[in-house]
T-cell receptor, first 116, second 113 residues
């Protein structure tokens, strides 16, 4: 009964390709997020969705587009992949807001994207 | 503007000895503070959180942290390290103003036998 699951776990692709990462949460949470963790393990938020509405967009390139078909899913689509996109991408969810009122984040296990 | 600084990028301890992971924060408001742990090839897991209740916060696996407003610190401690504690630890701050959580750069905890 995985709380936040994302697929695939590993993704190796060539520059210029388009790829998607899927995320699902079964916690009934209102808000979902995508985080990027670089090679130095630094975590940065990319997007969050609350009730299917984008509420944070941290100026990531428009090659990245989140898509939320329903409250339990937030997929990440990436166009024209670049070498610098190589990282680990984490999906997360929280019960309220942007998790900044004490509501903890529940993370998936990450997708390691390698662009060659 | 809010920020968080983890003072040590790497901490090494022996099994059975105390653990101290240091975190200083900067926030314009009364912050919410968290510690998360990340084991290899895993997502982050919440250890504990502070949200203006008791200043000494107890978390899972024997960890605790103390909020010290005068020192703007939220250090993570554990009396006795276990091998399974070896992981990456992140201090996180939010000022509750509707902005995103800010993660520290992480501290790698190594535990030797």
């Amino acid at each position: 009964d995985t709380a936040v699951s994302q697929t695939p776990k590993y993704l190796v692709t060539q520059m210029g390709n388009d790829k998607s990462i899927k995320c699902e949460q079964n916690l009934g949470h209102d808000t979902m997020y995508w985080y990027k963790q670089d090679s130095k393990k630094f975590l940065k938020i990319m997007f969050s969705y609350n009730n299917k509405e984008l509420i944070i967009n941290e100026t990531v390139p428009n090659r990245f587009s989140p898509k939320s078909p329903d409250k339990a899913h937030l997929n990440l689509h990436i166009n024209s992949l670049e070498l610098g996109d190589s990282a680990v991408y984490f999906c997360a969810s929280s019960q309220e807001g942007t998790g900044d009122w004490g509501s903890p984040l529940h993370f998936g296990n990450g997708t390691r994207l390698t662009v060659t | 503007a809010q920020s968080v600084t983890q003072l040590d990028s790497h901490v090494s301890v022996s099994e059975g000895t105390p653990v101290l992971l240091r975190c200083n924060y900067s926030s314009s408001y009364s912050p919410s503070l968290f510690w998360y742990v990340q084991h290899p090839n895993k997502g982050l897991q919440l250890l504990l959180k502070y949200t203006s209740a008791a200043t000494l916060v107890k978390g899972i696996n024997g960890f605790e942290a103390e909020f010290k407003k005068s020192e703007t610190s939220f250090h993570l401690t554990k009396p006795s390290a276990h091998m399974s504690d070896a992981a990456e630890y992140f201090c996180v701050v939010s000022d509750g103003a509707g902005t995103a959580l800010i993660f520290g750069k992480g501290t790698t905890l190594s535990v030797s036998s």
